[in-house]
């Protein structure tokens, strides 16, 4: 059974960082493409980032120059680190792990930028 737990969400002012983790367990990780969602209340979720299993990365728009996706497949981990975090980033943020055509989620971590 795969597994992801993340972590590392939190409340923060805007300008600041935070980097977001997630464990995967029980696949094989460094065969797998790697993402982080995020969610809104009342949106739809939308890819913020993905790094493929040769650690290519990708970004949408609003993030690019901000965030920054990485892998550790010695630790079974991705993370996300983010900065400049602003309003908008607001959100449930969830690790997704793709390979052929299997899909695992996990449960999210809330990040929220307020003052």
């Known amino acids: 059974q795969v597994q992801l737990v993340e972590s590392g969400g939190d409340l923060v002012q805007p300008g600041g960082s935070l980097r977001l983790s997630c464990v995967v367990s029980g696949g094989a990780f460094r065969l797998y493409t790697l993402a982080w969602y995020r969610q809104a209340p009342g949106e739809q979720r939308e890819m913020v980032a993905r790094?493929?299993?040769?650690?290519?990365?990708t970004y949408v728009g609003s993030v690019e120059g901000r965030f920054t996706i990485s892998r550790d497949n010695a630790k079974n981990t991705v993370y996300l680190q983010m900065d400049n975090l602003e309003a908008e980033d607001t959100g449930m943020y969830l690790c997704?792990?793709?390979?052929?055509?299997?899909?695992?989620w996990g449960q999210g971590t809330q990040v929220t930028v307020s003052l």
């Open positions: 790094i493929t299993r040769d650690g290519s990365p």
């Open positions: 997704r792990a793709d390979f052929a055509s299997q899909t695992f």
